[in-house]
């Protein structure tokens, strides 16, 4: 999946990095515990948070992961976002909390897989 469909598949607004959504995603992690995202994500993927503060971006250049979402319409202070835009980290904003983005996400990933069941 790219940036660009997890875009549309869960009706974000970009607040920045809208030339870089054609990155590829190859995981998710969701969370508001940078400790539990530290232990676990991997390369290329993408962290879902409701924390808007300057050290998700922090964490989210440690990990080299390639984008951010904030849940439940949260928008990001100035000082969050410039870090964002220095680091060249795409920044969607999308309505839903984490359990329904999660949802969303996970329905879509395994849309195929439900297609011979139902």
């Excluded at 409701?50 to 202070?77: C, N």
Aim: overall charge negative.
């Amino acid at each position: 999946m790219r940036l660009v469909d997890l875009k549309e598949i869960i009706d974000a607004r970009v607040i920045y990095g809208e030339s870089n959504l054609e990155r590829e995603v190859s995981s998710f992690y969701a969370s508001d515990l940078m400790s539990d995202i530290l232990a676990t994500a991997r390369e290329s993927g993408v962290l879902i948070t409701a924390i808007i503060q300057p050290q998700v971006v922090r964490t989210v250049q440690m990990l080299d992961l390639i984008g951010i979402v904030f849940v439940s319409g949260k928008y990001p202070p100035d000082e969050t976002l410039k870090l964002a835009i220095e680091a060249e980290i795409p920044i969607l904003v999308t309505k839903y909390s984490m359990f329904e983005t999660c949802g969303k996400i996970y329905l879509k990933l395994n849309e195929t897989d439900r297609k011979g069941i139902l």
